[in-house]
């Protein structure tokens, strides 16, 4: 399946709903994506993996880059991610213990210190 | 016992027809559904460590995908890149993920390895019998 982006305002937090293939191939689309979010001064910023039903290295090298571009702009960024095929994947690659990973946008929102009060 | 064989320009659009082509051979050989997630990012993974090589390199030629069931499901990738070859990268921990100075490319590489060792029991990484190049072989179990 395709890659697919939408971004909607949730008070302070931006959420990125990706579904589909992240691979080699699409992510690049998303690396671009984030980038222009974090240009357009987005600095708190959610990505719903929830439908998502590939994601591979290079897709999880996309966020963390997102998320030292946002930690070093003052910001946060966490993951939305509740299926488990892809938690092995964060597990297996120790990147469960780099990410914030919650179960829902709520959750995301809610655990986040620095946007607190949206 | 069924070989496939597939082979593909070394560009990203291409590693998807991989991971399909290999998931259906697998399902055919009778590996495990359980495993199919698996076969799929390791497939994945393994070929788009031959893309980048390839393109890292300036390396034309083709990147070879061979899949055979003769008593296991075994899956052999196959670059040309002039490196030497060797999965002996220590796994990337969570301090040097998150370290500031390690670049995308690094990491995605590294993180790849850990997918791939991670996924794979049966995993080697070896020069090619013949010329230059590398050769990613993973075996899974099937039932017959």
Known sequence: MELSLATRAVGKHTVLEVGGEVDVYTAPRLRERLLELVDGGARHVVVDLGRVDFLDSTGLGVLVGALKRLRAAGGSFALVCGKEPLLKIFRITALDQVFPLHPTVDAAIGADPSGAGA | M???????????????????????????????????????????????????????????????????????????????????????????????????????????????????????????????????????????????
């Open chain 2, 2 to 144: 069924a070989t496939v064989r597939l082979s593909f320009s070394p560009a990203p659009v291409h590693v998807r027809t991989a991971r399909l082509v290999g998931v259906a051979v697998a399902r055919r050989a009778g590996v495990r559904e359980d495993l199919l997630d698996e076969v799929r990012l390791a497939i994945g993974e393994a070929c788009t460590r031959a893309v980048a090589l390839h393109r890292q390199y300036n390396v034309p030629d083709p990147v070879l995908v061979e899949m055979s069931d003769s008593g296991a499901y075994a899956v052999r990738v196959v670059d040309r890149a002039p490196i030497e070859a060797s999965i002996g990268l220590a796994a990337l921990d969570a301090d040097q993920l998150a370290n500031e100075s390690l670049n995308e490319d690094d990491l995605t590489t590294g993180v790849g390895f850990a997918l791939l060792a991670g996924f794979v029991e049966d995993l080697q990484v070896r020069p090619v019998d013949e010329g230059v190049g590398t050769e990613v072989r993973m075996v899974w179990p099937v039932q017959r």
